[in-house]
């Protein structure tokens, strides 16, 4: 079981304010929308980020790179 705490705030929100190396965790459900906007928005604000499934505890995990 994973450790990482799943994020409430907004998808945009949290991964507008995340700084290089932080990530944020969110519900499998949630998964296609966050690598959409991780791709999307990472794009248009000169950001990068990956992201990572957990099929244990169900998340999905992304991660600002640069």
Same mark, same amino acid.
Request: hydrophobic share 35%.
């Given at each position: 079981m994973s450790n990482e *705490?799943?994020?409430d705030k907004p998808i945009l929100t949290?991964?507008?304010e995340l700084e290089i190396g932080k990530s944020?965790?969110?519900?499998?459900e949630r998964?296609?929308?966050l *690598?959409?906007?991780c791709s999307q928005y990472g794009f248009e604000w000169g950001k990068?980020?990956?992201t990572c499934n957990n099929r244990d505890d169900r998340t999905v995990t992304a991660t600002r790179i640069a």
């Open positions: *705490k799943i994020t949290a991964l507008r944020v965790t969110y519900p499998a998964g296609s929308y *690598k959409s906007a990068k980020f990956t």
